[in-house]
């Protein structure tokens, strides 16, 4: 984590933020109940077994927890000088609590008809939620969806009941506790959402079955893996391990996952392949784009935009990660310093998408915080660019516009 120094003179943008303003009038008394500072796992923890004992129920608890760390985050961005990895951190930490107190409530659940899922020696059986893209690379957004992908360990059956009923296939178990983790994180209440869940990534889309076996994860990527698939997996992580992480078993996974993404000699088949990714890439943002004025761009899909810093990256990473093992990062800001070092990109380079992506993401947030909504294009309303660009700490909107450009 950086040290937060808070700029001169300090100005509360965070209070022209709407959706701010709406959380400090609805949850004002709970907001004290989240320590000062970088919201930890550790402390989000406990901020929810505080609000199950205001009488809160769990799925209320997790929904009530998301607006009082926002508000935080929000503040200290805008605010306190927090930097991009501590912004991006702390959300990313709010969706791996989130997606734990809903592991452990659905299996609680199931538990209590099912019995707990076993391999075929009789063990437990593990599961990891693997967090794709942001989650994975824990770059998460402030208005973010996450797209997870539950893979368990093998094929078995479910202990049963007491009675020596309820025994069900893995399987269908599992099936049935993604249904229920999504429920619990997605579904709108009085008291909003957690995150939208994004399961299309997973192995035949969302044909698939909602979870899938190791050794089919495994065969999948062996016959049918697609290369804009080894993009995706590429900054796939073990987000959640349940019941417990198990290093041993989860090596077994990144043993399957490695060689599908990086290939141990240069696969000169893949440039065509991702050069059509790009294309279409290019061409759903031109789409995008068409009937808007320039002011009205998107700064993660446009030309120029934070996908295609990180298509830079992953292309370069997934095509030389097999020769040179320290490209095997995840988030982009660690990538583009790491194919410097391995002379694959020029240090003037690397310096301008650093730059770049650091400001786009942070104007991203920007447009994110002021509604709450999953949005990338930037505001029609003057007032709201002007404060934007005020809250990154330029002097009106004709300077925010000539650096968002120049980038």
Same mark, same amino acid.
């Given at each position: 984590m950086t040290s937060l120094t808070p700029p001169a003179p300090l100005s509360d943008y965070a209070s022209e933020s709407r959706f701010v303003q709406r959380t400090r009038r609805r949850y004002a008394a709970l907001l004290p109940l989240l320590p000062p500072g970088l919201p930890s796992k550790a402390a989000m923890q406990t901020l929810l077994t505080d609000l199950q004992a205001q009488g809160y129920d769990a799925p209320s608890a997790l929904r009530v927890m998301r607006h009082i760390v926002q508000e935080r985050l929000i503040s200290l961005d805008c605010q306190a000088g927090a930097s991009l990895e501590d912004c991006t951190a702390g959300f990313t930490h709010?969706?791996?609590v989130a997606l734990e107190q809903a592991c452990a409530h659905a299996s609680e659940q199931l538990g209590t008809q099912y019995g707990q899922p076993q391999d075929l020696q009789g063990q437990s059986c593990m599961l990891w939620i693997m967090g794709m893209g942001k989650l994975g690379a824990r770059e998460l957004n402030a208005s973010s969806d996450i797209?997870?992908?539950f893979v368990y360990g093998s094929e078995g059956q479910t202990t049963g009941r007491t009675d020596g009923r309820g025994q069900i296939s893995n399987q269908e178990y599992f099936n049935k506790l993604v249904r229920q983790v999504s429920t619990h994180i997605a579904d709108n209440t009085e008291h909003g959402q957690v995150f939208r869940v994004d399961l299309a990534l997973r192995p035949n889309g969302n044909s698939g079955p909602a979870a899938i076996s190791l050794a089919a994860l495994e065969a999948y990527f062996l016959l049918q893996g697609r290369e804009w698939e080894r993009l995706a997996w590429l900054k796939s992580r073990a987000a959640v391990c349940w019941p417990a992480r198990d290093k041993a078993r989860t090596q077994a996974l990144t043993d399957v996952v490695i060689p599908f993404v990086f290939r141990k000699h240069l696969d000169y088949g893949v440039f065509e392949a991702l050069r059509q990714l790009h294309a279409q890439i290019r061409s759903q943002a031109a789409l995008r784009a068409a009937g808007k004025s320039a002011q009205?761009?998107?700064?993660?899909?446009?030309?120029?935009? *934070?996908?295609?810093?990180?298509? *830079?990256?992953q292309l370069l990473q997934v095509v030389r990660g097999g020769q040179f093992a320290e490209l095997r990062v995840r988030a982009t800001l660690q990538a583009l310093p790491a194919l410097q070092q391995a002379g694959l990109m020029p240090a003037h380079t690397c310096a301008q998408l650093q730059a770049a992506y650091t400001f786009l993401r942070q104007v991203e947030h920007r447009i994110q915080y002021l509604d709450d909504v999953q949005t990338h294009t930037l505001p029609k309303a003057s007032a709201d660019i002007d404060w934007i660009a005020r809250s990154l700490g330029l002097a009106d909107a004709p300077s925010f516009f000539a650096q968002l450009q120049a980038h």
């Open positions: 709010l969706a791996e797209d997870i992908i009205e761009c998107d700064v993660k899909l446009g030309t120029g935009g *934070i996908r295609e810093i990180e298509f *830079i990256c």
